[in-house]
């Protein structure tokens, strides 16, 4: 981690309170055009009866492969097929384009917190080991 | 291209983070490492060691068991260098902190935020 900023005395001016200017921008972020979108496509993959027809073959072969290895390759066939099925399809393309949008928005976002504070922040505040979203 | 507010409200939480007191902290243990040419050595000869066995491995050359010995050794000392050390607790305490706050704005979205910028980065 590169520091190249020295500690400064803590004046007024930085003494926002952490905890809400971290609220307030979650109430900004969730209400641009890109998060709205988002939620959108996020809200019709999760509806869409084709995309839970091949989520659900997926878990199986998922669950096949994690509990008994017998005919994994078969598995990872069928898994590799569906992936591509499901990801051809235009409802998981427009999702993808929307959360591209939000990633890239959440990106810059980041880097001017991260300049701000003088570490990066999203690298030091991950929680889970996975993304959101698919 | 983002909105003044979000540029505004983004930098606002950044400043307070640096205000911190856990990041202030860690603030001063890391620049006491850095003017420490002792500590600051050592990182560095760590550092690029590190990026020598590395290197060869990658280029398909086995490493012999004296130079990893060797790196280990190293890497041993580093971490039981007391300023090193501080700071790397420091860099802990901070990592609670922003996790914690990180809560607070993940609340408002209902994701968490710091994955989707991962997922933006790979």
């Known amino acids: ?134 | 291209m983002l909105t003044e507010e979000l540029q505004n409200s983004a930098r606002t939480l950044g400043e307070a983070l640096r205000a911190s007191p856990s990041m202030q902290t860690y603030l001063q243990a890391q620049a006491n490492c850095a003017a420490d040419l002792e500590a600051a050595d050592l990182e560095n000869h760590l550092l690029a060691l590190y990026q020598e066995l590395v290197g060869r491995q990658q280029r398909g050359e086995a490493l012999q068991r004296s130079e990893i010995d060797a790196y280990n050794t190293l890497k041993s000392q580093v971490h039981h260098t007391p300023l090193i050390q501080e700071r790397d607790a420091a860099l802990r305490l901070v990592k609670q902190t922003f996790t914690d706050i990180a809560d607070d704005l993940n609340f408002p979205l209902g994701t968490e935020f710091a994955a989707l910028v991962q997922t933006g980065n790979m």
């Open chain 1, 1 to 134: 981690m590169d520091i190249q900023l020295n500690p400064i005395p803590v004046t007024a001016a930085v003494k926002a309170d952490p905890r809400q200017a971290a609220q307030a921008l979650g109430r900004l972020l969730r209400q641009t055009p890109e998060y709205e979108a988002f939620l959108k496509e996020l809200n019709v993959v999760n509806n869409h009866p084709a995309v839970q027809k091949i989520s659900t073959q997926m878990r199986s072969h998922q669950n096949a492969l994690r509990w008994s290895p017998k005919n994994a390759s078969e598995h990872e066939t069928a898994l590799t097929r569906l992936e591509t099925e499901l990801e051809t399809m235009p409802v998981i393309q427009d999702y993808r384009l929307a959360e591209e949008a939000v990633c890239r928005m959440f990106a810059e976002v980041d880097t001017i917190i991260s300049q701000a504070a003088g570490v990066p922040f999203a690298t030091n505040a991950k929680r889970s080991g996975c993304g959101c979203g698919g």
